[in-house]
Nanobody, 115 residues
């Protein structure tokens, strides 16, 4: 049973920082990519950042230069450092792991940025 447990969400003022973490447990045969999506109220799900097994990163244009994704292989975690947060970053953030033919999702963590 694979589980992804997110932590680090919360309420922060605009310009502040938060760090999200996602710990993966269970047997994942092959990890092709890990990362974060977000869904804001009334909006479609958006890929925020992804990190492939080869080390390539992909960021949404709206977060480039502000967010940084990283992975700790020893701890099987993926983190998202979010700096210079804006009210438009307010959303539920979901961790994902793209495996071999199957994807895994976390339960989501709320990030709220006040103006």
């Amino acid at each position: 049973q694979v589980q992804l447990v997110e932590s680090g969400g919360g309420l922060v003022q605009a310009g502040g920082s938060l760090r999200l973490s996602c710990a993966a447990s269970g047997n994942i045969f092959r990890v092709n990519a890990m990362g974060w999506y977000r869904r804001a109220p009334g909006k479609q799900r958006e890929l925020v950042a992804a990190l492939t097994s080869g080390g390539s990163t992909n960021y949404a244009d709206s977060v480039k230069g502000r967010f940084t994704i990283s992975r700790d292989n020893a701890k099987n975690t993926v983190s998202l450092q979010m700096n210079s947060l804006k009210p438009e970053d307010t959303a539920v953030y979901y961790c994902f792991v793209m495996g071999s033919g199957v994807d895994y999702w976390g339960q989501g963590t709320q990030v709220t940025v006040s103006s």
